[in-house]
């Protein structure tokens, strides 16, 4: 088998995705996820100026050696775009696999460990009763996991607090807009927030939350005890993700479950985090890690240290990357839980799906491959839209991680 066409498919079916086709003699095709929430041009050039090109011809089952060739053949290794360019070509070959065997790609991974990948929603509010009634409002849909996020008073604009019910993009059009923050504003609401949560839901529902790196690890330690008896899933991103070592401090002083990776593209970005259990989950998703491949070996080594996995599956993850982490959710069997925003309709029409959410699981179906399709026709109606992520300032006008 040979690969005899790679196309990059840009489109912005309520946001922008960058998709990867890879095409075989054989006519089997083979999907992969290249979005990068606002530098996705930056890896559709990645892909066809320096990718494509260098598949022509190759033998499409060979997916470790292709792997290996494009991470160390550039000699410029990892980094968020490099990774997500050759985590869209992995997924590819996987999907190509999985069909030329006419089996799911987690049949060939060792078959399925569980028999649904348990995933948390995005609850949001503008305060905290409207969090709280957010939260009802997705447990009434049948999940057991909830995230939860909520406006801080003399803030406007607050990350993760939605502009919908289902449906929360936090890309907005045009360049990048400034929000305001206050992390001290924001910690005297956060305690309040769970604890009347944990009253109202009672014991078993698990309840997650995002701080979105922003604290120092002080405030961190600060947190994670105000919330221990409210006995979290997890706190995600408390501290600015590429300082490992502020972590140690943080787990010295709570116990509160700690999450962190959806910004890692490597295995070296988590290596001191995961060796020396100072997380509980690794977020690293299969759309940054360098695909299937990479993400296995993620959490093949985070299993060794008994770090569980809860990978990344925001709205700017292609349902096509959502199909590839649910293989590998299904196969690991360090899986902790998978993130699950839900995409808009016009996303779910372009990107038709084998997988489906019921009672708080998500099935990944079974459609050889990766079981996700483009409707390459419809895709060409929603031409790529700039949209950036916001910018974050101190009140003092300070940039401070968003
Ligand atoms: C968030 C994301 O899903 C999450 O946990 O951190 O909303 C994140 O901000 C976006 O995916 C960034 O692209
Ligand atoms: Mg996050």
């Known amino acids: 088998m040979k690969i005899v066409d790679a196309k990059v498919i840009i489109t912005s079916p309520g946001r922008n ?72 070509v992995d997924m590819a070959l996987w999907d190509i696999k999985g069909k030329s065997f006419g089996a799911p790609v987690h049949e060939l991974l060792g078959g399925a460990c569980r028999d649904g990948v348990l995933v948390y929603g995005h609850a949001n509010g503008s305060d905290i009763p409207d969090t709280i009634a957010a939260v009802q409002n997705y447990l009434g849909m049948g999940y057991r996991a909830v995230r939860a996020q909520t406006g801080v008073p003399g803030l406007t604009g607050v990350y993760g607090v939605g502009r919908g019910d289902l449906f929360y993009e936090p890309a907005a059009k045009g360049w990048p807009s400034e929000e305001t923050w206050s992390t001290e504003k924001y910690l005297n609401v956060v305690p309040d927030l769970f604890n009347q949560l944990r009253d109202t839901v009672g014991p078993d529902v698990h309840l997650l939350h995002d701080g979105h790196h922003r604290m120092t690890p002080n405030q961190a330690a ?61 977020r690293t998703p299969p759309a940054r890690a360098g695909g299937i491949t990479g993400a296995r070996k993620i959490a093949a080594f985070a299993e060794v240290y008994g770090v569980k996995t809860g990978f990344h599956g925001a709205t700017d993850l292609s349902p096509v990357a959502m199909a590839a982490a649910l293989q590998v959710d299904l ?39 990766l079981g996700v399709d483009i409707d390459e026709t419809l895709a060409e109606n929603f031409p790529y839209v700039p949209a950036y992520l916001p910018v974050n300032r101190l009140e003092d006008g300070t940039v401070h991680p968003w």
Request: hydrophobic share 35%; aromatic share 12%; glycine share 8%.
């Open 17 to 88: 995705f960058v998709t990867l086709k890879l095409t075989t003699d054989s006519g089997i095709t083979g999907l992969g996820d290249g979005t990068l929430n606002g530098r996705e041009l930056a890896v559709a050039s990645y892909l066809s100026e320096h990718i494509a090109p260098l598949l022509i011809g190759r033998d499409p089952r060979r997916i470790e050696d292709i792997w290996q060739y494009l991470y160390h053949g550039a000699y410029w290794r990892r980094g968020p775009v490099t990774m997500s360019a050759i985590s869209a």
């Open 222 to 282: 600060w947190l994670g005890q105000r919330l221990e008896d409210a006995r979290l899933f997890w706190l995600e991103d408390v501290t600015p993700a590429e300082h490992q070592e502020s972590f140690r401090h943080v787990r010295n002083h709570t116990t509160t479950p700690l999450a962190v990776g959806e910004v890692f593209n490597s295995v070296h970005d988590c290596s001191t985090l995961i060796s020396e259990q100072l997380i509980d989950y690794i």
């Open 331 to 369: 196969t690991i069997p360090n899986f902790g839980i998978q993130e699950y925003m839900r995409h808009t309709p016009e996303t779910d029409a372009v990107f038709p799906h084998s997988y489906h959410f019921a009672d708080g699981y998500l099935h990944a179906g079974t459609a050889p491959g």
